[in-house]
């Protein structure tokens, strides 16, 4: 799960923690003991972080990871065809402006909500990347095996 070490935990995430670690225990991965001991410290965290830390040496879901890592590279790819698709039809109409002579900037008209859109995909990717846990700037690593 990809929190974030400064938020203040809500119950939904101490829930989620809860979860996380009872399918472990119910995987073979840790001990009733082990499990009791950070049901409690889930139970009494503050911070997302202090949650994170409690399932930070568990395996992540091989098929999410996989899943993301599809996702992340769709996205990717997805955005670069927008960016190359905003740039080639607005470099054309400012082209097509200059060859007429200039007069009033008429391609603002499509250069504008184009602009807005294009920001608006590189933002949702952002949000995508960050609830998938990539890192920042590079791709989502690969799945760890089992």
Do not use: K
């Not at 879901?61 to 740039?87: E, I, K, N, S």
């Amino acid at each position: 799960m990809p929190w974030r070490r400064d938020v203040r935990a809500s119950d939904l995430d101490r829930e989620q923690c809860a979860a996380a670690l009872a399918r472990h225990y119910v995987a073979g991965r840790i001990a009733l003991d082990e499990l009791e001991g950070r049901l409690d410290r889930a139970r009494l965290a503050r911070t997302t972080g202090e949650l994170g830390g409690l399932v930070a040496d568990l395996p992540r879901p091989a098929r999410l990871v996989g899943f993301g890592r599809w996702v992340d590279r769709f996205d990717r790819l997805a955005l670069r065809a927008h960016a190359a698709t905003y740039v080639a039809v607005n470099g054309v109409l400012v082209g097509m402006w200059e060859l007429v002579g200039g007069g009033e900037f008429w391609p603002a008209y499509a250069l504008v909500p184009s602009t807005a859109l294009v920001a608006w995909h590189a933002g949702g990717s952002w949000t995508v990347r960050r609830a998938l846990g990539a890192p920042r700037g590079r791709r989502m690593p690969p799945a760890r095996p089992r």
